[in-house]
C-alpha cells in the first residue's frame, strides 16, 4: 500500500469511499491495525482512560500523549505502515493561545504524527488556522468533547433540536479554517450525515453519529470487547465473530468500508 497522505483522504471523500479509523496508543496494535488496512489511526487521549486508568481524559498531560505517540509511530515504522497517524492535542495544551497550541503541536508531529486534533467550535477556528497556515493538518472535533465532560454535565448526546444549528455553524467555520477532518461524537445521525453532505472539504468522522459520516472512528479497545466500564451502545464488539484480534480489525475496516457499521438501529441516536 502507499502511505495515506492528505490528497489521498481528500480522494477517497470525494469518491465517498468510507475512512476507517480506529485509536491506537502502541507499537504492537498500530501494526496490526495497519497490517489489517487501516487509514487512519488516532493516538487518542482516550489513553488516560485505557491506559492509565484515569477517570475522564481531563488529566492527560502532552508528555504523555509524546510518549504514545512515539510508541505508535515506531510500531508503524517497524513494519513500514502506512496509516495516518494522528495524535490528540491533549487538555490545556492549547486553550490558552495560538502560538501555545502551536508549540504543543510541535511535539506530536515531531513524535510523527501527521496530523493533530482538538475540541469545540467557536474559539478553536483562529487556533486552526493558525496551525494550518503553519502546515500542520488539523482534526476537528465536535458534538461531545471529552475534555470538557465536567461544563456538559456528562458523556451525553449534544448538538439535539436547537443546539445542532450552533453546531452546524461551528463545522462550518472549522472548514473555512481549514480543517480537513472533523470527528462528530455522539450527534443526532440526521444532524452528521447533513453536516457531511454541507461540508466538501473536511471529511466528517463519526462516532456515535450515525452511518451518514465519511469515516467512522472506535477506540480500539472497545471494539475488541475490552472495556472496564460500561459499553457505550454505540460501540459493536468484533472479536465477538473472530477468532483473533488481527482478524477483528480486519472485520471492522471491511464494515467501516461496505458501511455495515454503524447499523443505524443499534449504534446511533
Ligand atoms: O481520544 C479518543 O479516543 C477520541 C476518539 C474517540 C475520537 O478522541
Ligand atoms: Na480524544
Known amino acids: ?32 491495525a495497519d497490517a489489517a488496512g487501516i487509514d487512519c489511526l488516532l493516538v487518542g487521549d482516550s489513553l488516560g482512560m485505557v491506559c492509565q486508568g484515569l477517570a475522564s481524559t481531563v488529566g492527560v498531560t502532552l508528555d504523555t500523549m509524546r ?45 510523527g504524527a501527521h496530523m493533530v486534533k482538538l475540541e469545540g467550535g467557536g474559539w478553536t477556528t483562529e487556533t486552526v488556522r493558525f496551525l494550518v497556515e503553519r502546515g500542520i493538518p488539523v482534526c476537528a472535533h465536535l458534538g461531545l468533547t471529552p475534555q470538557t465532560v465536567h461544563a456538559l454535565g ?33 450527534v443526532p445521525a440526521a444532524l452528521a450525515a447533513e453536516l457531511t453532505t454541507e461540508l466538501k472539504h473536511c471529511a466528517t468522522i463519526g462516532i456515535g453519529a450515525g452511518k451518514g459520516t465519511a469515516g467512522q472512528v ?3 479497545h472497545d471494539m475488541l470487547g475490552i472495556n472496564l466500564g460500561r459499553m457505550p451502545k454505540f460501540v459493536r464488539n468484533f472479536m465477538a465473530d473472530a477468532s483473533s484480534i488481527g482478524e477483528a480489525l480486519a472485520a471492522y475496516v471491511r464494515a467501516v468500508k461496505d458501511g455495515s457499521f454503524p447499523d443505524d438501529q443499534l449504534h446511533a441516536w
Not at 7 to 29: N, V
Not at 83 to 96: H, M, N
Open 218 to 220: 472506535l477506540v480500539l
Open 67 to 111: 510518549y504514545h505517540t512515539d510508541s505508535v509511530s515506531r510500531g508503524l515504522r517497524r513494519v513500514q505502515g502506512t496509516a495516518w497517524l494522528i495524535a490528540d492535542l491533549p487538555f490545556g495544551s492549547y486553550q490558552e493561545s495560538r502560538e501555545q497550541a502551536l508549540r504543543s503541536a510541535t511535539v506530536l508531529m515531531q513524535a
Open 154 to 186: 456528562g458523556y451525553r448526546v449534544q448538538g439535539k433540536g436547537d443546539a445542532g444549528a450552533l453546531l452546524k455553524q461551528q463545522a462550518h467555520a472549522l472548514q473555512d479554517a481549514g480543517a480537513t477532518m472533523l470527528v462528530l461524537e455522539m
Open 1 to 32: 500500500r502507499k502511505p495515506v497522505s492528505l490528497p489521498r483522504l481528500a480522494d477517497m471523500h470525494a469518491r465517498g469511499e468510507k475512512i476507517s479509523m480506529l485509536t491506537a496508543y502502541d507499537a504492537t496494535f498500530a501494526a496490526m
